[in-house]
C-alpha cells in the first residue's frame, strides 16, 4: 500500500544538495564508510553474543575456547571501534502494542534538514530516520497501534515547516529480520 500525504507548502527544491551536515541530525554521525577489521575471533565472539546477549565473558570464553582476558579485550576493542554499540534489550514493538509498521520518505525544502530532524526525534513513533539520496531526503521507520494511528503519527510529522511532501508504504509482512552478524563473518573473511 502506498500512502501519498501532502502539505500546504508545495516547494520542492531541485538541483545539488549542499554537502551534509558534520554530524547527522539524530544525534549520530555521518556514516563513516571506513573498513573495520574484525577477524575471526571477532566474528565469533559477535556471533556468542547475538546468541547469548547477557553471557558472562567466562562462559563466552569457554565457548570460544581462549582465555577470559582476551574475550574481554576483546570486547573493550569491539566497543572502542564502534563494532558493538551497546547491549542493551532488544524491544519488540509489535509486543508494545505497535503492530503497524510502515516506511515514509519525506522530502525537505532546502536548508530545513536541522529542522526537520529535531521535529522528527521528538515523535516517539519515529523509530529511525536516515538523510538519503533520490527524490526524497529523509527516510523514516514509524510505528503505529492501527491504521488509525499512523494516519495520526504522519499528521504530527508534517506539523513542521520545511516537509513539502511525505510518501508512506505500510509494511504488510517482515521477511527478513534486521540481521548484522552475518556482516562480522563475511568482514572477518576480508569480503
Known amino acids: ?3 501519498d ?9 531541485r538541483g ?6 558534520s554530524s ?27 546468541d547469548a546477549p547477557r553471557a558472562p565473558v567466562l562462559d563466552l570464553a569457554r565457548r ?32 508494545l502494542g505497535y503492530g503497524v509498521l510502515a516506511f515514509t520518505t519525506i522530502e525537505i525544502t532546502q536548508g530545513r534538514l536541522a529542522d526537520a530532524a529535531a521535529h522528527l526525534r521528538e515523535i516517539p513513533e519515529v523509530l529511525e530516520a536516515h538523510a ?9 521507520r514509524l510505528v503505529a497501534r492501527s491504521n488509525e494511528h499512523l494516519q495520526d503519527v504522519i499528521n504530527r510529522v ?19 529480520s534486521l540481521r548484522l552478524v552475518p556482516l562480522a563473518s563475511r568482514a572477518a573473511q576480508g569480503r
Open 132 to 140: 538519503t539520496t533520490g527524490p526524497g531526503d529523509l527516510h523514516c
Open 5 to 13: 500525504h501532502r502539505c500546504h507548502s508545495r516547494k520542492r527544491h
Open 1 to 3: 500500500m502506498i500512502v
Open 16 to 21: 545539488k544538495r549542499s554537502n551534509l551536515p
Open 64 to 95: 570460544l575456547g581462549v582465555a577470559r582476558g582476551t574475550v574481554q579485550a576483546r570486547l573493550d576493542k569491539l566497543q572502542q571501534r564502534g563494532v558493538i554499540t551497546g547491549f542493551g534489550p532488544d524491544l519488540s514493538a509489535r509486543a
Open 24 to 50: 547527522a541530525p539524530f544525534g549520530g554521525t555521518v556514516l563513516n564508510i571506513v573498513p573495520r577489521d574484525v577477524d575471526d575471533l571477532d566474528a565469533r565472539l559477535i556471533a556468542e553474543l547475538a
Open 158 to 176: 508534517l506539523e513542521v515547516g520545511g516537509i513539502a511532501r511525505t510518501e508512506t508504504h505500510v509494511a504488510l509482512s517482515e521477511q527478513i
